[in-house]
């Protein structure tokens, strides 16, 4: 079964559809490259899932170990590159509970940089992953 479907609206745009949801995602040009930049780019999509499967895997450790990671925040910050147009780093800054001892650090920030989407990258594409607790 498929995951999405999506159809192109003309003008650098498309709308993808989660089909077990039905949730759609806009996703438009950005400025630099013909479009509008009124909406994500497929390229801040994958910047955006980057971060999101970090979180999210944060927190299924977390609930694991009873931690609450409420309010916590990522902030994610795309690098192209020109020749070929290609995604060549992506900077994920977290912001953390202060009150997680040590050990939890460690064991959420391994979480995070074993996420399926960092894992499914180009090795090519740099991940710099920086975590500030009680920020």
Same mark, same amino acid.
């Given at each position: 079964?498929?995951?999405?479907?999506?159809?192109?609206?003309?003008?650098?745009?498309?709308?993808?559809?989660?089909?077990?949801?039905?949730?759609?995602?806009?996703?438009?040009?950005?400025?630099?490259?013909?479009?509008?930049?009124?909406?994500?780019?497929?390229?801040?999509?994958?910047?955006?899932?980057?971060?999101?499967?970090?979180?999210?895997?944060?927190?299924?450790?977390?609930? !694991?170990?009873? @931690?609450?990671?409420?309010?916590? $925040?990522?902030? /994610?910050?795309?690098?192209?590159?020109? #020749?070929? %147009?290609?995604?060549?780093?992506?900077?994920?800054?977290?912001?953390?509970?202060?009150?997680?001892?040590?050990?939890? !650090?460690?064991? @959420?920030?391994?979480?995070?940089? $074993?996420?399926? /989407?960092?894992?499914?990258?180009?090795? #090519?594409? %740099?991940?710099?992953?920086?975590?500030?607790?009680?920020?």
């Amino acid at each position: 079964m498929s995951t999405a479907t999506a159809r192109y609206s003309g003008q650098l745009r498309t709308e993808a559809t989660h089909i077990a949801s039905g949730n759609s995602i806009v996703t438009d040009a950005p400025v630099d490259n013909h479009g509008r930049g009124e909406a994500f780019s497929p390229t801040d999509l994958v910047s955006a899932a980057l971060g999101s499967c970090m979180m999210t895997i944060m927190g299924i450790v977390a609930e !694991r170990s009873q @931690l609450d990671l409420t309010g916590t $925040t990522f902030n /994610v910050t795309k690098h192209m590159l020109a #020749e070929p %147009r290609r995604i060549g780093q992506i900077d994920v800054h977290f912001n953390l509970p202060a009150a997680l001892s040590p050990k939890h !650090r460690a064991m @959420l920030e391994n979480a995070a940089r $074993t996420c399926p /989407v960092a894992l499914s990258l180009n090795p #090519e594409i %740099r991940q710099e992953v920086q975590f500030t607790y009680g920020e």
